[in-house]
């Protein structure tokens, strides 16, 4: 059974940095594609980041270029999103997905194309 289990989320000021981690099982992570995403409370849920399988190529969404930093650890069946300089619009569940899609090319963070979702991990920015 493929799963998919965030953490690391929590309480930070404005500022402040997160590390979250996306567990994996069921599945052999080297041959999957994984984004990172986030929902607002009262907005659609925005593609954040992306790693892809084969080459480990990154994806940014604009708002967090700069400041978060995807990778990935095949062996350990984890994916980590290092959040810093965070925003107090960074404030959202934030949720890993995997796909097969994107072997050897650039992923995109287009959530439709994912097809395993976990079930999320709060981050609150606030001071």
């Known amino acids: 059974q493929l799963q998919l289990v965030e953490s690391g989320g929590g309480l930070v000021q404005p500022g402040g940095s997160l590390r979250l981690s996306c567990a994996t099982s069921g599945f052999t992570l080297d041959y999957y594609t994984i984004g990172w995403f986030r929902q607002a409370p009262g907005k659609e849920r925005e593609g954040v980041s992306c790693?892809?399988?084969?080459?480990?190529?990154?994806n940014y969404a604009d708002s967090v270029k700069g400041r978060f930093t995807i990778s990935r650890d095949n062996a350990k069946n984890t994916v980590y999103l290092q959040m810093n300089s965070l925003k107090s619009e960074d404030t959202a569940v934030y949720y890993c997905?995997?796909?097969?899609?994107?072997?050897?090319?650039?992923?995109?963070?287009?959530?439709?194309?994912?097809?395993?979702w976990g079930q999320g991990t709060q981050v609150t920015v606030s001071s």
């Open positions: 997905a995997a796909t097969p899609r994107y072997a050897g090319y650039v992923c995109r963070i287009l959530q439709f194309e994912y097809d395993y």
């Open positions: 790693i892809s399988s084969t080459h480990g190529t990154t």
